[in-house]
């Protein structure tokens, strides 16, 4: 008889107890929570703070317009460094402002329809864009792993979901609606101000405020969607073949177990079949019980997580994909990642495993693989070419600096591009050898924003300006 | 002396006897929202995609058993937590147009605790 993966975890708490005794403490033993900024600065202003907690700023002004008269209103005249932020879900410096920081909340929204293509206001957020597009029997081609970003935080990074055949979100934008620092609204498409346009589809938050998009949808299909752990030599071995046969496929390296855990989906006309109750925190909790407890000798973990994760039944779910795609992720992480040429990705991946075990007993995390279909956008990660991603996560309250001195190196020998919203040390004349349309992407940017009003010092730094 | 322990065993009990509200269903909690329209969209577009859905490790709105342990810490302490993030909290509950009288009111509505509002 198989057992689910809540099953063997639970079996395998209780297992690890007797066997060690007080060593359940050590397994459960949590750090303490880091140390927070204060709630407010000496000037009264209130913390602002991203999701995993890494980046904070002490905003002089928040504005939270309803209407385009008051994004304009409002840029014409605020404070600088002006900053639009969503949900916050970027590791990077991309939203810390002294200044203005631009909420996008009550720009939300489906604004109206042109055919399948919906017109969508940019601060809505993706959790809620699915329920609003099922209910005209659309849906987004894709989402990401997490569905809490608000669509313009999720076009500014280039977030992606995984699919051989399917591109990053802002791949399926049609036109957007901008208003500059000065308060100048521009319409612009693919036969309306395409530079910009093209510019603007993966810009960070530097050339003003997206206020608007226009994005293809497809039918809301229904999607199976399947998850299974098996030995990561099977999941290196049979992922290319994977990649081309399902309409989305990832896996998770698990690191000091041997195992990845994988996740496909394919579109299907079966009965619902519901999906459960969340495992993935339950998972995550008894690799780190593991770490703590088993920390001092890979070997040891390695032979106690094949014996406890070893045997578990896969998990099966049928639903309308807006359902699927995305998971909730209540543990916090930092996270590095990069998109790598597909034919080194696998091979950068190995190395990467094989580094962590030999030097980092202290991650725990599973390490995600996912392929991006490639698309025309000037600061797209996946500009020209489809693109393997590779990301590396640590928990919030666990050191990450490894992520820069170790695992960063591995991802630009490999010639990858970082993902905009998560940890990288990346800059201008870096950045100008990966990206061909660099340059024209900073002559848009100085056009629009000739003062830099935009501009933190971040985002500065990144365009060498 | 003894009129005194049964007294205070009296209003233990009395104290005892306000019986704590049964968690939401589901279905409810999704249905749950502020009175206060402003406030209404603050947790709708932050709060609820966490706090009105079972099984996502935030404390369910309403669920008065979930909440009680927290409220106990004082409303400084809540809101603290809130805006700087806490465990599996994310800092302001990703709500950047939130004020801390927004926090304040929005902590009180899922903690089942809207007489407190002062």
Request: charge should be neutral; aromatic fraction near 8%.
């Amino acid at each position: 008889m198989k057992v689910s993966r809540r099953d063997a975890l639970l079996v395998g708490a209780g297992v690890g107890v007797a066997a060690v005794g007080g060593g359940y403490a050590v397994a459960t033993h949590d750090k303490p929570e880091p140390s927070a900024p204060p709630t407010t600065d000496a000037r009264g202003h209130l913390l602002w703070r991203n999701w995993s907690g890494v980046q904070h700023a002490y905003p002089a002004v928040r504005l939270a317009p309803k209407t385009e008269a008051e994004v304009a209103q409002g840029l014409r005249t605020a404070v600088a460094p002006v900053r639009p932020v969503g949900a916050g879900h970027s590791f990077t410096a991309l939203a810390p402002t002294n200044g203005t920081l631009v909420s996008l909340d009550g720009i939300s929204g489906i604004i109206g329809w042109e055919g399948d293509e919906a017109v969508v206001a940019a601060g809505t957020r993706l959790g809620g864009l699915g329920p609003a597009l099922a209910a005209k029997g659309r849906a987004m081609a894709n989402l990401p792993d997490i569905n809490k970003q608000a669509l313009a935080g999720a076009l500014a990074t280039a977030t992606h979901g995984t699919g051989a055949t399917i591109k990053a979100l802002h791949g399926d934008v049609t036109a957007l609606r901008l208003v500059t620092p000065q308060g100048e609204v521009i319409d612009c498409g693919e036969d309306r101000d395409a530079d910009i346009f093209q510019a603007a589809k993966v810009s960070l938050g530097a050339l003003g405020v997206i206020i608007q998009v226009r994005m293809k949808t497809t039918a809301n299909r229904r999607l199976e969607r399947n998850v299974w752990l098996e030995p990561f030599e099977d999941a290196l071995a049979k992922a290319e073949e994977r990649w081309a046969r399902h309409r989305n496929y990832e896996f998770y390296a698990v690191p000091f177990t041997g195992l990845a855990a994988c996740i496909s989906h394919d579109e299907t006309d079966a009965p619902a079949l519901a999906r459960g109750p969340d495992q993935d925190t339950i998972f995550l909790d008894a690799l780190k019980g593991m770490r703590n407890l088993l920390g001092f000798s890979a070997p040891l973990r390695k032979a106690a997580a094949k014996t406890l994760l070893g045997g578990t039944k896969p998990e099966k779910a049928i639903d309308e994909g807006w359902k699927l795609l995305s998971t909730e992720r209540p543990v916090r992480f930092n996270e590095m990642e990069f998109h790598l040429p597909v034919g080194v990705q696998l091979k950068a991946l190995a190395e990467i495993v094989a580094v962590i075990e030999k030097e980092r007993p202290d991650v725990f995390f599973p390490i995600e693989c996912r392929r991006i279909a490639p698309d025309d956008a000037w600061l797209s990660p996946f500009q020209g070419e489809p693109r393997g991603s590779i990301a590396v996560h640590a928990h919030y309250k666990d050191e990450f600096a490894f992520l820069y001195t170790l695992i960063e190196p591995i991802f630009r020998r490999y010639g990858g591009r970082p993902h905009w919203g998560k940890l990288h040390s990346v800059t201008g004349g870096q950045l100008e050898t990966m990206y061909p349309r660099w340059n024209d992407f900073l002559k848009v940017r100085a056009q629009l924003d000739p003062d830099g009003r935009m501009l933190n010092p971040y985002l500065k730094g990144l365009f060498g300006v | 002396m003894r009129f005194l322990g049964v007294l205070a065993v009296a209003l233990g009990l009395a104290a005892c006897s306000r019986p704590v509200p049964p968690a939401p269903t589901a279905e409810q909690a999704l249905a749950l929202a502020p009175a206060d329209a402003r406030l209404a969209t603050l947790y709708a577009d932050s709060c609820k995609a966490c706090h009105a859905i079972p099984g996502t490790g935030a404390p369910l709105v309403h669920d008065r058993k979930a909440w009680d342990p927290r409220w106990k810490q004082g409303e400084a302490v809540l809101l603290d937590h809130t805006v700087q993030g806490f465990q599996a909290m994310p800092a302001g509950g990703q709500c950047v147009a939130c004020t801390p009288s927004d926090f304040n009111a929005l902590i009180r509505f899922m903690a089942g605790r809207e007489d407190s509002a002062g």
